[in-house]
């Protein structure tokens, strides 16, 4: 059994590791660290956890984490996983940080988009990037993973099979749909109840953050040395869940049905991936509570565009599951330990 | 006091007719007709409208409503106006239909979208699109107005200003987000409760019946023969609203203040159409209820591109306050009698 | 025209204050303050009002409201009421205060459930309960109405006319259950969208603030010095509206049909309470935006239990709405002016 | 490894135990039936099930559920159960059945509230109810486990405990609140999206289905042949959950903490029923998803009153959780196999 220490657990990432962790096999959660709420029992945050965890959250303390865990989750705002990970990276710890702080190359990307220097610049070319359907070998050899944002989850795994063979011809236009547990278990007046329920609204539309983290990721794979997007997220009044429709121009040279093969081979293998039938649309309630992405394709344009929609779980496939499936290949476990889980419809 | 009939009294486009028409001052329901229900209250149906109606839904008849009625407000399904409009033309009664079934000039088009050939052809040329933004001179001649589709409204509205002066480039990308009694009170599987809760999904990616109406109308204000949009809509669960979210390209020639200058222009003197302040994203709660379209605007790919997004309630500028405004210039009052009402929020 | 000011506009009750009044045929608002936002345009905060407001809310200054404006309308929180009131009183200005502050005759009740000694004690014997159907005549005499709570009034609504004929033995049982606007604006962790949508919790079992208030005013119309009932609300997922569903045990004395006179007696002269028919239950979405009280009935027990359901808009009837009718009465104005508006349904 | 067969596998009960399933260490699914989708993928209906089943539904055949099946699972709408379960009865297998068909002892009583004569009658008092907080010894000895209502569920694990002492004086008052799916996936008016969502409705309020066996559960665990409720369910916008706040007159002889001791000791060893500290109030949400059932207390009326609050999920400990449950013990396994699932929250 391996010991899983959960450091910033008391939002909503941190909960669901929690859930998730509840389930694991072959992890069990030793630690949880809150400091806000320190010595207040997890289920009087989080009812729903009160049959499994009757501990209380604790403050966090490097010496108890080294020596009650083997596997640090990190789930702290951004600027704080920083200032504890060069601590643990001493050690033989795994790390998975759902934080952004270790998600880019070049320490100016990250001070430009977050607003504060990087503290430990030399560690972030020892992180990995945890998309595991793209690179789960340098995973599995890495001791620090960078857990990938919610969006550029659902926006990679759409996009990917397209970019890798150069078939986007200029700009993709991405229209995210995001619920609200996305935006934290921060108070905002924009996260009221009342201000959102029934119904829809843009945000961050002159620039989100995750904005250059997806275009990092697609010119990565593309080749090219940048690949900007025009990238557009809503809040929609659900609590979970995330659809992104994305408006592709085509390179010419390949049909429709080649492109459904290019998508069948290239997630047939993966087990959280999966293609729907033609016609069928992904929606967001299909993988609430599950590991899975479900993509869906609808040529455009007669065959000159391309409308890819993905859905995801915005705090499982774009956060604490994805995050243990890193942790899975971390620690040397099948990916998918803990993880194969349906659904909740409806 | 003009006397208003409305055919098709019993869906949620018709119950807006009671509920607006409740507020007018120079306009007062005498004929209320809905096939299904003929004999039951209204207020059965409605008990929102208890307070103000105390008749029955009555079967159509011609003679009735040629007797007690002045105006009349159509809201028979697609297929079924076409059978009773040609009959009311030949009185003076103004009408205004808002099926699909008179807003195409040429009948091929209505017959392809809407599967069935048109029983009145000669009566589409007559028939006037009431777009009042667009063409209120035209429709105050009018005997017969054909009301816009909620989609093609808020399309139009955010796309007018820039295609009249030929500023788009290439394709237009239309995300729309929907409520869900856009799809009206007819029960289907999509808009049982527990399908839809908590979750957003497309749908009619391969063609929606509002396509063909918003490149036309866009067509025929860029002075093209055609104008090719690619247009996905989407079911939020809300009940009411759309929510336009529009990827365009520009061409060369204007700078942002210029594009906000262009809108503000065209609408500084429109009762209903309001520009938000550079910055804020038009939300749909914000014309919950009342007959507005809120515009926002955005600047990306450096000034190369840009995001327009328009909302509008449905039912209201989407059907039956637009519906009203037309009634109203048909009738030779102001065109906003009756609907100068504020958005109810939250 | 009357000149109105509202104190304290920026939360939701002022902003509905806002909303009913631009419909208000006899009276426009001059003044609109609130502290935190002074300077802002009221339409950044309310984009709803956009069209109707170009103003910015103010600081509240005493000499402002006295030249400006002829009726004050007083939205700010428990214990902000009283410290202004004395002050409005010196002149000749008609106040709807809708705080607690006003609503107890007793000081010493006031101090037990809002925790604060009352400052300007004599006053409270000068101030009118505001609720129109119970003493429409006292109100339209005095200078100061306190508004009802929004749970009591449709509690009341719902009883008084069992209570006047001492039909009532034993404890009331009163199950609420609210709209999140109810809770007003500002940020709590129980009103954050993903602690709330898609479920159901009761709150403030203990004793609700709300409680004494109706128990005094069921007191007052029993003819009982106390009259004391078990309430119980609970938060469900929606923006507005209160439905009451009341567990009455009854003395004898009276069958079903004397009971269904006994209401609709009641209520049959009434503007804005509505008898629903046997068999039909009230639903909040039915009185949604609007001043309406809809009342539904359902013997039990073999006619020894009563089951009477109360619909209103918490807003509206509750808040807001009844508080500009209240205002009418106080300036002479038919009580319904600018009040007869339909539910927004769906 | 147990083979199952779920009989009437479309509906939401049928895709709940579909999804519980695939969780099961010890029982699969070898065989689901829907006479509407024969033919049909699993999958096309239910997306989120997608990853685990690739069969379809097939039309129900006694021959093949007796060789492919050792437990059969029965979510057939209520009248339907009874044509089959006698054929079934002459084997062994194991039968859960989720519909009403076999919980009353009487035939008269299921005549009275189904509206339909009892097809096997001698069947009623072989059938075991299966509540196995209440009787799992006796459901452990059973072939055929008649699964309970929802309601009568959530009611009865909140009750028992008071009534099983004679705690309860004069009528209970029973305000239940439903999430939508309780009403199945078959389209209704009511549960049309737009009637429903961001309002909250009584429903059934003259007599629901589950009255009498809430009743006769409640006067069995009483020692008196009748205990009669007044019970008064209502739809919440929300897709899960069921809340029930009993309103519970009590008999003298006990205090509060009593009481709390009287309920800790009745659930302190249940793996599903957790009693919440005093204060707190159960909300559907903790339960979503999961097989738990949470109760809070609250004394009111200076002890003399009490107020009882149970939450479930109706789809799980409500219907499918809870027919696994009882399928584990006919079985012969752990009764919680398969089923410590913490709930999903947000």
Redo the contacts between chains.
Sequence with gaps: MISAGIIGASG?TG?EL??IL??HPEMEVTLATAREYSGERIS?L???????YDDEFRTYEENEVKTECDAVFIGLPHGESMKIVPGLMATDKKIVDLSADFRFDEPAVYEKWYGTPHSCPELLREAVYGLPESNRKKIAGAQLVANPGCYPTAVALGLLPLVKVSLVAG?V?I?A?S???GAG?K???Q?????????????A??GHRHQPEMELLLAGASGHSIF?V?F?P?L??????I?C?M?V?LNDGMGDSEIWDLYNDAYSAE??V?M?KA????????????N?C?I?L?A??DGK?L?V?SAIDNLVKGASGQAVQNMNLLCGLPEDTGL???????
Excluded: W
């Design positions: 909503y909960a929690l859930r509840a389930q009087a989080y009812p729903s956890l009160g049959e499994f700009t236009f229209d749909k619920g609200v547990s278990r108070l905002t007046l996260t009221h109840f009342p201000q959102l329920a029934d119904g829809v609204v843009p945000y539309v002159s900007p025009v557009v809503h929609v009044p659900m609590n979970r869940g659809l429709t408006y121009t087990a959280f999966h729907l016609g069928e649309c992904p929606q967001t309630k299909a993988v609430q509570g599950s899975n479900h869906g609808a455009v344009l565009g409308i929609m194969l889980v349906p659904g909740l419809f409806p």
